[in-house]
């Protein structure tokens, strides 16, 4: 196969550089012959030439988001040396506010695919025009969750809490409903950076809001001189704060750095709303939150099912889904980053090179899973003494732990390409296949297997090693249906790039 590289095509697509809007371009290259996804020649070469550009754009990512993680960590480790109810409390409250959140922020995160597409198509005016767009909808959205958790009966209907957990459990909504519309700005301002190649300045800003947020946890929820004690509720109380914080750094860090001054942001106020903008925004976003609850609910799930077989089931799996929740950092920056890549490729109208970014991203994605679930696995059982010396749980956790190699596997694949598939726009079919694959499969299977439904499940795959078995099983449907439809897609795409080539080379002969 020969590919013909439209004129379209050929033109230069940007690049990492974090010195402004104008980065040094890469250069994109025909395809070679036998591929049948733009595979070019001196594909090792190409193939390292797109990982030198996803990595830099990738590590920030990480970064940042461990920081997010570990905010939650120390609500915990606090919560848990100050009362029993607190920590009740905050696990279902977490779980909540983590549910309203998670579904909102992908919502607004559609920002990021369409700026990076303006970003690479130099169209910087008009990709600042989307940031201020998505803060109407940030806005938008933060009332109906604020809404949500300041009501919060269908929670504490579902947890079945006690009284004493309830009123604890309200007050620490309401503080968490102070913090929400400060994350989804933020989410905003994260969405607009990762989409301009400026992930180190968000990474910053979550750093800094780590180290603020540490000190002023423990002084709210434990207390200090006139301060009283607030227990869970200074866990919440100290979110918004921190959250508010980062928000106003966020705006001082696009009006003084004079990278943001070609995107036109400041000057006018803030832009009424352009219908046309928030719709198209909300086109891509609803599906996207709708892919990420889905992803979080399904997971989250099996915890609330495998607590039925008793505490020590539930602790086994609860290390065996940490574990998982910090793996998947690893692919969800590399997949960030493939994505931003791609979108800018595609605006810059460089697409054999949006292609191959994106096909090398998640092959790369893949590479770097299949490394750490192997090294997961023959480390397992070190790996889960770090976590407990109980050997009850020891126990419990070892099985699930040669799960989690496989479960992390398809896990980065299937999340790296959601995230380039949202590079072209892309979000519903990712929504159906989530649906099934996950909801589908992994939950409703996952019970069928775990408690036997059907009367005729092998006993080793009874209780948590059933859920984790079908939940692995949804993970690697939707890597496949997801892997498979991007590479339709991206097949489809040259295909239709060759043609408009052919037809302009044909035109310039007969002319």
């Known amino acids: 196969m020969t590919d013909r590289v439209s004129a379209r095509e050929k033109g230069r697509a940007p690049g990492r550089s974090q010195g402004g809007p104008h980065p040094k371009g890469h250069e994109g290259a025909p395809a070679g012959p036998g591929g049948s996804l733009d595979v070019p020649v001196g594909r090792g ?22 920081a997010m993680v570990l905010f939650a960590t120390v609500d915990t480790v606090l919560v848990a040396r100050y009362a029993a109810i607190d920590l009740a409390a905050l696990a279902v409250g977490a779980a909540a506010y983590i549910t309203v959140f998670i579904g909102l922020m992908g919502v607004v995160l559609a920002v990021g695919p369409i700026v990076g597409q303006l970003f690479g198509a130099k169209r910087h005016e008009a990709a600042g025009e989307q940031l201020h767009q998505a803060v109407w909808l940030a806005l938008g959205l933060a009332v109906l969750g604020s809404v949500l958790l300041i009501f919060p009966q269908p929670f504490i209907a579902l947890a079945q809490a ?118 198209a925004q909300l086109r891509l976003g609803i599906p996207m939150g709708g892919s990420v609850l889905i992803e979080v ?43 931003t890549l791609a979108a800018q490729s595609i605006g810059a109208g460089a697409l054999h090179d949006a292609r191959r970014v994106a096909w090398h991203g ?52 299937q999340i790296a390409a959601a995230f380039t598939l949202r590079a072209w726009r892309i979000a519903t079919v990712p929504l159906i ?13 996952g019970y069928i297997v775990a408690f036997n439904v059907g009367g005729d499940v092998p006993a080793a795959l009874h209780g948590a090693r059933g859920f984790w078995v079908a939940s692995t099983a949804g993970l690697a449907a939707a890597a496949i249906g997801l892997v498979l439809f991007l590479a339709w897609v991206l097949r489809r795409q040259r295909d239709a790039g060759t043609s408009t080539g052919s037809v302009r080379t044909e035109r310039t002969r007969s002319g």
Not at 48 to 66: E, K
Not at 381 to 405: C, H, M, N, Q, S
């Open 362 to 413: 998640v092959e790369f994605a893949a590479l770097v899973a299949l490394v750490l679930g192997t090294l997961v696995f023959f480390a397992r059982e070190g790996v889960v003494r770090l976590y407990t010396g109980d050997e009850l749980i020891v126990a419990a956790a070892l099985p699930l732990l040669a799960w989690v190699a496989l479960f992390h596997f398809v896990d980065a694949m």
């Open 297 to 339: 609910t399904g997971f989250a799930s099996m915890a609330f099912f495998i607590s039925r077989f008793g505490a020590t089931p539930v602790a086994g799996h609860q290390i065996a889904a940490n574990l998982v929740s910090l793996l998947f950092m690893v692919p969800l920056a590399l997949g960030n980053a493939t994505g």
């Open 162 to 279: 006690t009284p004493e957990v309830t009123a604890k459990l309200r007050q620490y909504l309401l503080a968490l409903a102070l913090a929400l519309p400060a994350g989804l700005l933020f989410a905003a301002f994260r969405g607009f950076n990762n989409a301009v190649s400026r992930p180190k300045a968000v990474m910053v800003l979550q750093l800094a809001g780590l180290a603020l947020k540490v000190p002023l946890a423990a002084l709210l929820v434990y207390g200090v001189g006139p301060l009283p004690a607030l227990g869970v509720v200074g866990c919440g109380l100290s979110t918004a704060i921190t959250m508010w914080c980062v928000v106003g750094a966020s705006w001082l860090v696009l009006r003084r750095d004079p990278f943001y001054a070609p995107f036109a942001i400041f000057g006018r106020g803030l832009r009424p709303p352009d219908w046309p903008a928030l719709a």
């Open 45 to 66: 070469a190409h193939f390292r030439a797109s990982v030198a550009r996803i990595v830099p754009l990738a590590w920030p990512v990480f970064m940042g988001q461990v």
């Open 433 to 445: 296949i989530y649906a099934t694959s996950i909801w589908g499969l992994g939950v409703g299977g």
